[in-house]
């Protein structure tokens, strides 16, 4: 037998670091203009995201002037305790923080409790079951997921609608009497919520069900296992880091939601957390409402955290080897018929039935009291001057000039957002995939991801935050009230979703062509010009079109911003909501939907997008 022979090799030990040697390592930054890309990248997002959250920080503990009263001997600009003091130790603590937190928590543990599992459920039957007519039932499974959550809250009020808030819904015109807990408050804001986020659990299971070979379910069967035992042994472990993604993303969004939570809690005062810090940031203090975006802010890093320590450092199943994979579709059996009458009742209570009535109560006189000629009208889309008396203040929408500057503010803003975060999207793709396992790679990915994390009123908070007033003796200008900052917010809260895009588009382009092109001498601008850019155009479009359907139907991100030179379309209806006119307030939501299934429609025809499978 031969001893075996252990060969130690020791590191090299590191160059120090001369001023020669930072000097060349300076010059290759500057000279490859891929290290500059990089460069110039990570500046970029560090002032974008890391200056603005550390300025909002900062803020929380900077004494402003219209507190200058309530702290004694306090100067403006001083160091102070005092907004933490009134929000965790004051006398209105339970009313600032305590209770809208609860009822933050509540939202969102039942949103996750029933959207997760629905979601869940839903993908499953569409892709590994012999479910008929799934083709058409999972584009009307995704439609809900388009149509902005605040209009569902809208719908659901046009619904369920009570007298205490000063005019009758569907249900209590034809005298069925409606208790307020089911109009408004937590129950309402559950379901409504819960209608729209089920459709991060369908996109993500289904994906992952998507890449699972189905001869691992059969061997199951074949050793006599039930579908049941299949499906809690076989299939759930292998699509779980799936079902805890939705559960995160679910949870996040759901315990920051504002728009939904706005319709359906303020006319009971029933506030969340969202809502509560709205009304500190419109009147004051903002520390306040500042410092209460912190919390929401940290409250997602808990969530992702705890998400990471659930899955463990396992992060997901391979599910596809080299041997091929096949569907075998489930047979329902029995059960086909249940099934398909619960999806029927499912999409008519989701979809059909609130979006019937929200669309009817446009041509009403008096909501909730029947659809008689007598009680229909056109006034609410193009009634005149004249007749304002009789039915509302407003003009009809297609007579109102603040409809149309807000349609045209929604036009700009989603097309010269989109081009810019699709743009940018592409650019941090490029970088995330060709820097992995490198530092740059993972720490643009990281600055990248940190967006994500935060709810939109929160990510707002902060930009308000920062462009508030001038910095740096007028270097960064103040942005208040402006367009800009709408659209610079907007285009940083979307890299996370754009740079995923650009990432996976990129990945799918072989690091191979550059290396032939390289050695062939064309130069880094040239290999972009005439490799990236065309074999990325699909994608591109793709990302494009995805990112302005996601900013059409926004509301939480901009709504702190908002000014009457400013208004969109969302944020018009919202208002009209608030002030009682219902009717109004239907219709431009109307017109909302049809601008995000048009532009939708349209990304599928062109680009091929399809959200079903973006994710």
Not at 350 to 356: E, G, K, L, N
Not at 440 to 449: A, I, M, R, S
Not at 539 to 557: H, N, P, T, Y
Not at 565 to 591: K, W
């Amino acid at each position: 037998m031969s001893n075996a022979v252990t060969v130690t090799k020791e590191r090299p030990p590191r160059k120090k670091l001369t001023a020669r040697r930072l000097k060349n390592l300076i010059l290759n930054v500057l000279k490859n203009p891929f290290n500059m890309v990089v460069l110039v990248s990570l500046i970029v997002l560090f002032c974008l995201i890391v200056i603005p959250l550390l300025t909002m920080i900062k803020s929380t503990f900077t004494l402003a002037q219209g507190e200058l009263r309530r702290v004694k001997g306090g100067h403006i600009g001083d160091f102070t305790l005092y907004y933490w003091q009134y929000m965790l130790a004051s006398n209105m603590s339970k009313a600032v923080l305590w209770e809208p937190l609860l009822h933050s928590f509540v939202c969102g543990f039942f949103t996750t409790l029933i959207s997760v599992p629905l979601g869940s459920v839903l993908a499953w039957l569409m892709i590994r079951t012999d479910l008929p007519g799934k083709k058409v039932l999972g584009i009307l499974i995704t439609v809900p997921y388009m149509i902005p959550s605040w209009t569902k809250a809208i719908a659901w009020l046009a619904v369920f609608r009570t007298p205490t808030s000063g005019a009758n819904g569907f249900l209590t015109g034809m005298g069925i009497p409606i208790p307020d807990w089911l109009a408004y408050g937590p129950t309402a804001i559950v379901l409504c919520m819960s209608m729209h986020y089920y459709a991060f659990s369908y996109i993500q299971v289904s994906g992952a069900l998507r890449s699972i070979n189905s001869e691992l379910e059969e061997m199951g069967e074949i050793q006599g296992a039930n579908k049941a035992q299949i499906l809690r042994y076989i299939t759930l472990p292998l699509i779980l880091p799936s079902v805890l993604s939705a559960l995160v993303m679910t949870v996040s969004k759901s315990i920051g939601t504002y728009g939904v939570a706005a319709n359906l809690g303020n006319r009971i005062g029933y506030y969340t957390l969202a809502t509560r810090m709205r009304v500190y940031i419109d009147q004051g203090p903002r520390g306040v409402g500042y410092a209460m975006s912190i919390v929401l802010v940290g409250l997602a890093a808990l969530i992702l955290m705890s998400n990471q320590k659930a899955i463990g450092v396992r992060k997901s199943y391979a599910t596809v080897g080299g041997k091929g994979g096949r569907s075998t579709l489930m047979p329902l059996g029995a059960a086909k018929k249940p099934m398909m009458a619960f999806l029927a009742v499912f999409l008519f209570l989701a979809m059909v039935m609130p979006f019937f009535v929200l669309i009817m109560e446009t041509f009403q006189v008096t909501t909730g009291a029947g659809y008689g000629p007598e009680n229909l009208t056109l006034y609410n889309w193009i009634g005149q001057a004249g007749e304002a008396e009789k039915y509302t203040n407003y003009e009809g929408i297609f007579r109102n000039k603040e409809f149309f500057r807000a349609l045209y503010n929604t036009v700009r803003l989603t097309i010269i957002t989109s081009l810019i975060t699709a743009f940018c999207g592409q650019f941090l793709g490029y970088i995330s995939s060709r820097g992995r396992g490198k530092w740059y790679g993972n720490l643009t990915e990281q600055l990248v991801f940190v967006p994500y994390l935060m709810s939109g009123v929160a990510f707002s908070t902060m930009y308000f935050s920062m462009f508030s007033v001038p910095h740096l003796g007028g270097l960064i200008p103040s942005l208040y009230g402006t367009f800009t900052l709408i659209v610079l917010t907007s285009v940083v809260k979307h890299f996370p979703f754009a740079s995923r895009s650009g990432t996976a588009n990129m990945l799918s382009i072989s690091v191979e062509l550059e290396e032939a092109a390289d050695i062939a001498g064309a130069s880094f601008w040239k290999r972009m010009a005439t490799i990236i850019v065309p074999l990325a155009k699909n994608g591109f479009i793709s990302g494009l079109m995805l990112v302005f359907i996601s900013i059409a139907k926004e509301l939480d991100l901009i709504i702190i911003m908002m000014t009457p030179t400013t208004r969109t379309m969302s944020y018009l209806a919202f208002t009209y909501s608030q002030e009682g006119y219902a009717q109004m307030s239907d219709a431009i939501s109307v017109c909302v939907l049809l601008f995000i299934l048009f532009c939708y429609i349209f990304a599928n025809k062109v680009a091929g997008a399809d959200i079903g499978k973006s994710w």
